[in-house]
């Protein structure tokens, strides 16, 4: 995964060069999501974490989400980085992809700005698109990273690199 070669004009990441503990960065790229046949989020005010060996996660502002098709979901996550996560289910009409989409309502100091930012996995929607291409879920299940042709692995979750699962 993430072998294909950058679009045109665009430099490539390694992510193994990603810090630790992560970074957050603002994105202005256009970021589309596409769930159960609906537009769930489209934006250009997203914010991305880089972390080592993993593609990046893009949050997405509140404002730019259709919050409607977002329903409260049971448990909970604890980052070390970030804290404490809730989960949400994308629902339409009687569809419902469960424990989908994610946010840290009270992050820690350092990822204060992600405060309730919406992230979800990538595998689980119809589609997700970062300046009109594409996105691979980052396998694993667990994560929700974002690989593209700007990304070059190998990727944490990824079975072909088990030193990094």
Do not use: N
């Not at 930012?117 to 970062?130: E, K, T």
């Not at 879920?137 to 070059?152: D, L």
């Amino acid at each position: 995964m993430g072998s294909s070669e950058p679009l045109e004009g665009q430099e490539r990441e390694r992510v193994c060069d990603y810090p630790r503990p992560p970074a957050l960065v603002p994105s202005g790229a256009l970021v589309e999501v596409r769930a159960l046949g609906k537009l769930l989020a489209e934006t250009r005010r997203s914010l991305k974490v880089l972390e080592t060996f993993h593609p990046p996660t893009y949050y997405l502002p509140p404002e730019d989400v259709r919050l409607e098709l977002l329903e409260p979901a049971a448990g909970r996550s604890f980052c070390e980085w970030k804290g404490l996560a809730r989960y949400y289910d994308v629902v339409v009409g009687e569809r419902r992809l469960e424990r989908a989409v994610w946010s840290y309502p009270q992050p820690t100091a350092a990822f204060a700005a992600l405060a309730g930012w919406f992230a979800l996995y990538p595998a689980l929607m119809d589609g997700c698109w970062l300046d009109g291409e594409r996105v691979i879920p980052q396998p694993g299940g667990f994560y929700g990273g974002w690989i593209t042709s700007s990304v070059e692995g190998p990727f944490k979750g990824d079975p072909a690199h088990p030193e990094l699962i």
